[in-house]
């Protein structure tokens, strides 16, 4: 069985784990990995038992692949050095540091005709998954991305750190063009945004509301999806969804599924139903990097795509923006 020769770059806190969920992905050979830090790649090398190459460029000529997981200012050069070579790419999320650098990876991708995958985590969150078989209409989306502080990631936005990841999944779910963005940020800790808001106003009337925050207490990630008679609920820490759904009749909803009669103040009578969907039981890091690994050896699609990557990063600085309007400091 013919397997993908991948190299990593940046073997830090989340390199590592990408470093582990490869090497228990069957299409992936996993050759060796470079970071800048020899003590920090020394320790990784004898840990997981992985050839540490010091140069970058002897990494990128042995591989089919990179994946890069490195500080996003780094993300461009590493990027467009690999795909310069005929390589393809796996880069974590954002895509790049800013919208010219990822304008000018996609016309170099087009050129060389090279894979690139972005690191939306999130598209194989098991919650989300669930929701394969389920129609997503949504006309209002409410999300909550809540977390400790953590030092890791505070050299961007809390936009760019965590609420890109609801960017790009609304951008998945919502067909319809954006029309108006408002949004509001708060540095309280850090010297850019810790806190953020925003309010997206689609072209069909869907309304998205997304808050992310760095220095909560509780941590939460939760989405709620409201559209035409139904109401789903994703709970992206416990990897389970929820969906109520509205029916005219009785016989009309799925056996499996809970029922109960609502009565409306006209006199008759609706039902609704309550179901979880199964979700699957996978490793989401170790799902994308597979992914990837299918499209390459398949030469397929990849499911998160450096245009949607793009996108993501295209509305994360929109955001970035309307918030510096507010006289915050970015």
Same mark, same amino acid.
């Given at each position: 069985m013919k397997t993908l020769k991948l190299g990593l770059v940046g073997a830090g806190h989340l390199g590592k784990i990408h470093l582990r969920c490869a090497l228990q992905v069957p299409d992936i050979e996993v050759i060796g990995f470079y970071d800048a830090n020899a003590t920090t790649a020394a320790a990784v090398a004898q840990d997981l038992g992985i050839t540490y190459y010091a140069d970058l460029n002897a990494l990128i000529e042995a591989s089919d692949a990179i994946d890069i997981v490195t500080p996003t200012v %780094?993300?461009?050069?590493?990027?467009?050095?690999?795909?310069?070579?005929?390589?393809?790419?796996? $880069?974590e999320k954002p895509v790049t540091h800013t919208l010219a650098e990822a304008e000018l990876l996609l016309a170099l991708q087009q050129e060389k005709g090279v894979k690139v995958q972005v690191g939306h985590v999130e598209r194989f969150n098991p919650a989300y998954l669930a929701l394969k078989d389920t129609k997503l209409n949504p006309m209002f989306i409410e999300v909550h991305r809540l977390s400790n502080f953590? #030092?890791?990631? %505070?050299?961007?936005?809390?936009?760019?750190?965590?609420?890109?990841?609801? $960017?790009?999944?609304?951008?998945? !779910?919502?067909?319809?063009?954006?029309?108006?963005?408002?949004?509001?940020?708060?540095?309280?800790?850090?010297?850019?945004?810790?806190?953020?808001?925003?309010?997206?106003?689609?072209?069909?009337?869907?309304?998205?509301?997304?808050? =992310?925050?760095?220095?909560?207490?509780?941590? !939460?990630?939760? !989405?709620?999806?409201?559209?035409?008679? =139904?109401? $789903?609920?994703?709970?992206?820490?416990?990897?389970?969804?929820?969906?109520?759904?509205?029916?005219?009749?009785?016989?009309?909803? #799925?056996?499996?599924?809970?029922?109960?009669?609502?009565?409306?103040?006209?006199?008759?009578?609706?039902?609704?139903?309550?179901?979880? #969907?199964?979700?699957?039981?996978?490793?989401?890091?170790?799902?994308?990097?597979?992914?990837?690994?299918? =499209?390459?050896?398949?030469?397929?699609? %990849?499911?998160v795509s450096l245009s949607e990557g793009y996108a993501a990063l295209a509305l994360a600085h929109r955001i970035l923006e309307t918030i510096n309007q507010q006289n915050f400091i970015l």
């Open positions: %780094t993300h461009f050069a590493i990027a467009e050095q690999a795909m310069k070579q005929g390589k393809h790419v796996f $880069i953590n #030092p890791r990631g %505070t050299d961007v936005p809390v936009v760019l750190d965590l609420m890109i990841h609801d $960017i790009d999944l609304v951008l998945k !779910m919502v067909k319809s063009p954006l029309v108006s963005v408002q949004a509001n940020g708060v540095p309280v800790i850090c010297k850019t945004p810790d806190i953020a808001n925003v309010r997206l106003n689609f072209e069909n009337g869907c309304v998205a509301n997304l808050t =992310a925050s760095r220095i909560s207490i509780t941590p !939460m990630r939760k !989405m709620r999806i409201f559209q035409p008679d =139904a109401y $789903i609920s994703l709970d992206f820490l416990t990897k389970r969804s929820e969906i109520v759904k509205l029916y005219d009749e009785a016989s009309s909803v #799925p056996a499996e599924d809970n029922v109960m009669p609502l009565e409306l103040g006209d006199g008759s009578t609706r039902y609704f139903s309550f179901s979880q #969907p199964n979700s699957p039981s996978i490793n989401a890091i170790q799902e994308e990097l597979s992914t990837f690994a299918q =499209a390459i050896l398949n030469d397929t699609d %990849t499911p």
